[in-house]
């Protein structure tokens, strides 16, 4: 059975169209804001993991100093390094991605306020 027209035609109007979009800013909202969280979690741990790199090579190489019979160290140290750089590497990685996220979650917010504000004042009457 088929619905009236004037229901159809409500339903596909702006309002619908401002509806949806708000329902679809809510909807992104917490994923957004989850995803942030998880990132920062992971930079603070890539900065970590950057300091334990920093100590071991520093620690290495002071073995490799003290040490009566000649070891080379200098091999893991070099591997040491350069795993430290690849750490530093993501790491701004994902501090470029943390900070497209807040200005994403920025936009998402101030887009939000601006429909809601526009729906109260009667911006869109579905006309």
Known sequence: RQLPRVKMAAGSGPAARELFAEGLLQFLRPAVRQLDRHVHSVRESQVELREHID?????????????????????????????????????????????????????????????????????????
């Not at 040490?67 to 590497?89: I, M, S």
């Open 55 to 127: 100590s071991l090579a520093t620690e290495l190489c002071r073995i490799n100093e003290d040490q009566k019979v000649a070891l080379d160290l200098d091999p893991y140290v070099k591997k040491l390094l350069n795993a430290r750089r690849r750490v530093v590497l993501v790491n701004n990685i994902l501090q470029n991605a943390q900070e497209r996220l807040r200005r994403l979650n920025h936009s998402v917010a101030k887009e939000t306020v601006r429909r809601r504000a526009m729906l109260e004042a009667g911006g869109y009457q579905g006309k």
